[in-house]
């Protein structure tokens, strides 16, 4: 047995190239998300979801990729977990929106800072994982760290909190669900569509509606709300074939800081020490996770390098006592070694 053959240099470069495009189009939707005043965030949530189906749509008609809707509309289980998908990221997204357009830039990050510790704790819970004692430490640094933000803060980050538990809830019921980036995200707005186009058409109807009545690029920019939704799901797609696990988690924590810079450079949120000393503690919980995370990868390559070696001196040894008994059964054959074979 021969150790699988690493991918080609421009594979990994292509790889790490879309790992950061990706991570640093999430990082900078703050930016985006405030250009669609006068629109509120509901009409901006709706307007996401209408626009994504039609761009997630687009690209599958160009990649002719069909086939997997048949055999998921047979199957009951799977649809309902992807309705339960559709609704938690609707409530992701509509809280990151406002947190966004109402001036919580920071605490958006804080969520996807804290997202990993949310998803260990829903693996405990909800999986009946067992966590190693590094785990469990930066487990309790994360908790220290919500009290001592909201001591900061003078309430739970509670946006923080929703942003964090409703994605970690949504990876956990993604998992299940087995569809690839671009087939789920198809399925999960396709759900999301009729409450959002009925919301919309309520809108017009009422005359509360921006699409048609703030300008020609307002319009455009409500409606590329679904081409930088799917934009980056797809680069990430192709990302995560091409780079190991490891990688892909490490270039992750590259969204929430853009995020969390952009709050205070650019819309100048205020950070007094108590805050500091708070996401110091979310800061040193994720150090412990990704060294744990590294020296676990570490030792599992180790292991397995032993294991193919072990497997392939059982191989080699197998094949010379094999050849020796063929060749010294031969009348008047001359002796051959295993160095010699």
Known sequence: ??????????????????????????????LYWPLLDPAGPAEILAHRMVWSL?????????????????????QPRRLGLIAL?????????????????????????????????????????????????????????????????SLAYGRLPWIALVLAASFGTYSLLKKQVGLDGLESMAAETAVQFLPAAGFLVFLGATGRSTFLTAGAG???????SGAITALPLILFGAAAVRLPL????????????????????????GMPPERWAGFALVWLALALLTWD??????????????????ADARARTSGAGSFNTEVTSAPGAPEVTAQGQ
């Open 246 to 269: 490891s990688v892909v988690g490490m270039v992750q924590y590259l969204a929430p800081t853009f995020q969390f810079v952009l709050g205070l450079v650019v819309f100048r949120e």
């Open 293 to 310: 995370a590294l020296r676990t990868a570490r030792r599992g390559r180790m292991e397995l390098r032993a294991a193919r070696q072990e």
């Open 85 to 149: 998908c559709a609704t938690t990221i609707s409530v992701n997204w509509g809280v990151y929106i406002w947190g966004v357009n109402s001036g919580h830039v920071v605490e958006t990050s804080l969520g996807y800072f804290i997202n990993p510790l949310v998803s260990i704790a829903l693996g405990v819970a909800v999986l009946r994982e067992r966590l190693r004692p590094v785990q469990w430490a930066a487990v309790g640094v994360g908790a220290a760290a919500v009290l001592v933000l």
């Open 1 to 30: 047995m021969h150790p699988p053959v690493p991918p080609p240099r421009s594979e990994t470069r292509k790889g790490l190239l879309c790992s950061f495009a990706a991570y640093g189009l999430w990082g900078l939707f703050p």
């Open 54 to 74: 039609a761009a997630v749509l687009a690209v599958l008609a160009v990649t002719r990729r069909w086939a997997w809707i048949r055999p998921l509309l047979r």
């Open 218 to 224: 307002h319009t455009a920019l409500l409606m590329c």
